[in-house]
């Protein structure tokens, strides 16, 4: 069952285009890749469960990251005022420096470490005799020239091979050097994809940076947006949002982050989840330790923008921000009307695939639908069950060999710091008028029947799928673009915007329709094929070329 | 940009390495292993590894970047990742179908052991088909490192002897661009010599847009030319960091002889290549290549007073850096700072010599090999310089201290078309010249004052 021979079975259209594409496998394959793909059907008695967040099959060109990438790229990377030293070989470092695009600028203190990379460069004599020596002295070579508010150090692979204590060499630095000192044991062969180190990542900041300055908030009204990485500036707008509406916003995890505003986050009011996967353990943590509530949230889509500030406005239940929260939705939203209208006019009948991380895959199909463009295919690379089909199925999840050596922290309340904000009865209340408080629905119950949810897809799958659906455009990572572009796919890339951005809520939803319009009707797409390809082959007079190509010879 | 570096002092540091000037030896390998035709590159390791090389590479070239993993869990880091590559050798030659698979190791399967051949030795593989390795631990040496290794690898594992000499020349190309590599065939082919270059990513990282995606695309190094290595008459390794190891490498296994030179960047690095070329073919150099050399060394002179006494900061690769070093005095400036990040060899004193010969003081040149790029930008603080020459990652600086950045060699992931234009070659030296001049002229035209801004120059 070769690659070329696949190609011929994608023309069949007996079968649906999953059990087409599963047909390119052998049999082990076919099992294992049939259960990360479900075509939606509303219409079945129970509801569809996906497989997610389990290994990946070794060969088949998956688009996954690492447990590293997760925890030192997505979640502390993006953390301004803290020295993230990558303990290991220097590859690691080098690929995490500068290319997320989380977005941030010096803080009150002048302290902005994001563009810059800090590696041990572990070399051959410290994977044979131990690299933690090295790792003291990076520590206080960093402390010295940048005076940060807190080191946190990321190991990877070989780090947890060669036993280096990294736990133990944070905590002798914190002592010796009076500076907060972070281990974040997150090498890259744990766990299955990069959501592992977002947990890992997200369990050292409820124990060690979480809860620990107790400043109160200013305003009446305070939130951390949880989830939120600033790429391409979204994290900004969604601020610029809250703080016309009167809200808040103590902390920001971690986009434009800091360790300064982290450890006071738990004084906040509300938390706001934007990125379910990556970050819902430290609202869950929060809500247990400091009694802080939460809402799933989503600032992508012109909806879902004005659905998540009225949410916030319910949460709070004051008039006067209501009633700010409501002008500020009428006045973004007369601004980019016209806009919207515009885009929705160009783009009306297109189709779209995502494939993306662990959020962006579900949060972009309202703002598709809103500019008329149907989604075919969504899938994610590193999210969970619940992701998929909802919180509702957390309790059934069965933990494997990979996923239980990522440590579930059991957190109690905390003396002192634990506030009780509403009655049980009027929190029931408000759990059952609120959409999204302290839950999350996943994707599958806003897609579209007949349509597909693919689990970690890989090169072949993507390529097949193209094939048979011919969306539009694929919204994909870098790994995916160029492959797309090259079979003629509108391909733009969804974790980093294509350097463009912000694409968050009113405003960034009119930069998306620009982009996606700009690129869907880009003069070149016609041009593809060069003028002569459709030409005669032969032009001209026969007696002529004859008499020339004699002319020639002599 | 950059307000965190301490502005007052150079700190010497034996623990951080901050903003590298490397990376490590898997990416090097993949970009090797790609320049064989219909080959799959295979990371045996976890799958972050190979997801960072394929995301690099494709920031670089824009072009698809296929590599395929072992992807280890932390069961297989302990119990070995032998029945994860089998399981991937299987799959990949399933659904992908290669040629070859080109496997290289990361520090994770170095770190506990694996034995690549043992392990290949006991897979079941398709009639036809081959598997090789390399090994590229990524706490040794950097990505140059790791593309030494994989042409190394390419030769140890399929060149064969037959004892009939096909007379060719094996030309190894070093860590250039498919571009750099197109510029070094124009002169193979107008000499009419009989080559085999490997790695050769021509037609394979700058393939044309025609709305249909291959796997393998028709260029790389046929398979054929590659096996038949070990008839070559001789080797011809550019750069000695990147092409050394696998020239020595057809020595060691069918004793071939091999000249190593510097990569062809600049005037004389190129006359040095035509000459070897010249040599090898028993022939004089055609008409056309006196041509273009010409237009060079014309154009040298047309802008030299805008270049001249110019000081440069140079950093990346060191063949390249040393190429880059040579044209940058050949143009009449100084190289105020050179650096690399890749470990080993006589860098340093290759830079002094090149030095020397354009009578620069000792004083004047600050080089150092394993150097990052914040040591580069305390050093530039205390001493500014009017020109950065180098990769990408200079951008940060360029922006902090307002100098002028032209982008050269691996990897400029901010600018397009970079890998389809030659550096190499003397068409090569005419572009870089042409980047430098433009680069500074379109600054003194940008800060001069409106007096004195020059209709003509």
Redesign the interface.
């Known amino acids: 069952?070769?690659?070329?021979v696949?190609e011929e079975r994608g023309s069949s259209h007996a079968k649906s285009p999953m059990e087409t594409v599963l047909d390119?496998?052998?049999a082990k394959?076919y099992k294992n890749r049939k259960r990360h793909m479900v075509t939606v059907d509303h219409a079945l008695e129970t509801p569809q469960e996906i497989t997610a967040n389990v290994?990946?099959?070794?060969?088949?060109?998956?688009?996954?990251?690492?447990?590293?990438?997760g925890c030192k790229g997505v979640v502390l990377g993006p953390v301004k005022d803290a020295l993230t030293?990558v303990h290991?070989?220097?590859?690691?470092?080098?690929?995490t420096?500068?290319?997320r695009r989380h977005k941030a600028v010096?803080g009150d203190d002048?302290?902005?470490?994001v563009?810059?990379?800090?590696?041990?460069?572990?070399?051959?004599s410290?994977?044979v005799f131990g690299g933690e020596k090295?790792?003291?002295?990076?520590?206080?070579?960093?402390i010295?020239?940048?005076h940060p508010n807190a080191v946190f150090i990321c190991s990877?692979?070989?780090v947890?091979?060669?036993g280096d204590d990294i736990h133990a060499v944070a905590e002798r630095a914190e002592k010796k050097f009076g500076v907060k000192c972070v281990a974040f044991s997150c090498e890259?062969?744990?766990?299955?994809?990069?959501s592992a180190g977002h947990h890992i990542a997200s369990n050292q900041l409820i124990r060690r940076v979480i809860g620990e300055n107790d400043t109160p908030p200013e305003g009446k009204f305070s939130v951390n947006i949880l989830g939120e990485y600033n790429i391409g500036g979204d994290g900004w707008e969604t601020e610029r949002l809250l703080r016309r509406c009167g809200i808040e916003v103590v902390s920001v995890m971690t986009g434009d982050g800091a360790v300064a505003a982290m450890q006071r986050s738990h004084m906040a009011g509300l938390n706001l989840v934007q990125c379910h996967r990556s970050i819902n353990y430290i609202a869950e943590m929060m809500q247990t330790q400091y009694g802080i509530d939460w809402i799933k949230v989503n600032f992508v889509g012109v909806k879902s923008t004005v659905k998540s500030l009225r949410a916030i406005a319910a949460y709070f239940g004051d008039s006067d921000l209501s009633d700010r929260v409501e002008a500020v939705i009428a006045e973004e939203l007369a601004d980019i009307q016209d806009d919207i209208d515009y885009y929705k006019s160009r783009l009306t009948g297109k189709t779209a695939a995502l494939y993306v991380g662990g959020s962006r895959s579900h949060h972009y199909q309202g703002l598709l639908r809103e500019l008329g463009v149907a989604t075919v295919l969504a899938g994610y690379e590193f999210a969970h069950r619940d992701d998929y089909e909802g919180r509702e199925v957390i309790d059934s999840i069965k933990v494997d060999?990979?996923n239980k050596?990522i440590e579930t922290l059991h957190v109690e309340p905390v003396d002192g710091k634990y506030h009780v904000r509403f009655s049980p009865e009027k929190l029931e209340e408000l759990k059952s008028s609120i959409e999204g408080m302290g839950y999350y629905g996943g994707m599958v119950k806003e897609m579209e029947n007949g349509t597909l949810m693919v689990d970690d897809l890989n090169?072949?799958e993507t390529?097949e799928f193209v094939k048979l659906l011919k969306p539009d455009v694929f919204f994909s990572?870098?790994?995916d673009?160029?492959?797309?572009?090259?079979?003629?796919v509108v391909s733009r890339q969804l974790h980093s915007y294509d350097y463009q951005g912000p694409y968050a809520g009113f405003r960034g939803a009119v930069n998306f329709a620009h982009d996606l319009d700009m690129e869907i009707h880009s003069p070149i797409w016609d041009r593809?094929?060069p003028p002569w390809r459709n030409r005669p082959l032969l032009n001209g007079d026969i007696a002529d070329a004859a008499q020339k190509s004699e002319g020639g010879e002599k | 940009?950059?307000?965190?570096t301490?502005r007052e002092s150079v700190?010497e540091?034996?623990?951080?390495?901050?903003?590298?000037c490397?990376?490590?030896q898997?990416?090097g390998a993949i970009y090797a292993a790609l320049g064989v035709h219909g080959v799959m590159p295979?990371s045996h390791?976890?799958?972050?590894?190979v997801?960072?090389?394929?995301?690099?590479l494709?920031?670089h070239f824009?072009?698809?970047?296929?590599?395929?993993?072992?992807?280890?869990?932390?069961?297989?880091?302990v119990f070995g990742g032998g029945a994860?590559?089998k399981?991937?050798?299987?799959?990949?030659f399933?659904?992908?179908?290669p040629d070859v698979i080109a496997i290289h190791t990361?520090?994770?399967s170095e770190?506990?052991g694996d034995d690549l051949h043992a392990f290949t030795s006991a897979l079941d593989i398709p009639e036809g088909k081959r598997v090789i390795y390399c090994s590229t631990?990524?706490?040794?040496g950097?990505h140059i490192t790791g593309f030494a290794s994989m042409a190394a690898g390419f030769v140890d594992h399929l060149a064969e002897q037959t004892g009939t000499s096909t007379n060719r020349l094996f030309v190894i190309p070093g860590f250039v661009n498919p571009g750099d590599m197109r510029e070094l065939k124009t002169y193979l082919d107008a000499f009419g010599i009989d080559y085999t270059m490997m790695p050769d990513t021509t037609g394979v990282l700058d393939?044309p847009?025609?709305?249909?995606?291959?796997?393998y695309p028709k260029g790389g190094t046929p398979l054929a030319e590659v096996k038949a290595l070990g008839d070559a008459r001789k080797t011809l390794a550019l750069g000695s960091w990147a092409s050394e190891p696998c020239a020595n490498a057809l020595k060691r296994k069918f004793d071939i002889d091999f000249d190593v030179q510097g990569l062809p960047i600049g005037l004389q690095a190129t006359d040095d290549y035509i000459m070897a070329l010249s040599d090898f073919s028993s022939l004089p150099v055609p008409r056309v290549v006196d041509d273009v050399r010409g237009q060079l060394v014309d154009s040298m002179l047309d802008v030299h007073q805008y270049l001249s006494g110019k000081r440069v900061a140079i950093a990346g690769d060191p063949d390249t850096v040393i190429g880059l070093t040579r044209f940058v005095l050949e143009c009449g400036m100084i190289p105020a700072f050179v650096g690399t990040?890749t470990p080993g060899g006589d860098f340093q004193k290759k830079i002094a010599a090149l030095c020397a010969e354009y009578g620069i003081d000792e004083e004047a040149c600050w080089c150092k090999a394993e150097v990052d790029y914040?040591e580069l930008h305390q050093r530039i603080i205390q001493n500014p310089v009017d020109l950065l020459l180098g990769p990408s990652l200079w951008k940060?600086i360029a922006k902090a201290e307002d100098i002028p950045l032209v982008r050269c060699g691996f990897p400029i992931?901010d600018r397009y078309m970079h890998p389809l234009m030659p550096i190499v070659g003397y068409r090569g030296a005419l572009h870089l010249l042409q980047m430098i001049a433009d680069t500074l002229m379109d600054r003194q035209d940008r800060l001069c004052e409106d007096c004195d801004l020059e209709f003509v120059m």
């Not at chain 1, 069952?1 to 070329?4: D, I, L, Q, T, V």
């Not at chain 1, 002048?110 to 470490?113: C, P």
């Not at chain 1, 810059?116 to 051959?124: I, L, V």
């Not at chain 2, 399981?87 to 990949?92: H, W, Y």
Request: charged content about 15%; some cysteine.
């Open positions: 069952m070769a690659y070329e696949t390119g496998y052998e394959s290994r990946t099959v070794p060969g088949l060109l998956t688009h996954r990251g690492c447990c590293f990438a030293i290991g070989p220097i590859g690691c470092a080098f690929y420096w500068g290319t010096p002048g302290l902005n470490l563009p810059y990379a800090f590696s041990t460069d572990m070399r051959e410290d994977i090295k790792l003291m002295q990076a520590i206080e070579e960093g010295e020239l940048f990877t692979c070989p947890g091979l060669i890259g062969y744990k766990g299955v994809s990069q060999a990979d050596n090169h072949f390529e990572g870098i790994k673009k160029f492959v797309l572009q090259k079979s003629g593809i094929a | 940009m950059l307000d965190a301490p700190m540091r034996k623990g951080l390495v901050a903003n590298p490397k990376t490590c898997p990416v295979h390791g976890s799958q972050g590894c997801a960072f090389h394929r995301m690099f494709t920031r824009k072009e698809p970047v296929m590599a395929s993993t072992s992807a280890f869990t932390e069961g297989a880091s994860n590559l399981t991937a050798v299987n799959n990949i399933d659904v992908y179908n990361t520090c994770l770190t506990i631990p990524s706490y040794v950097s393939t847009m025609t709305g249909r995606f291959e796997l990040g914040f940060q992931i």
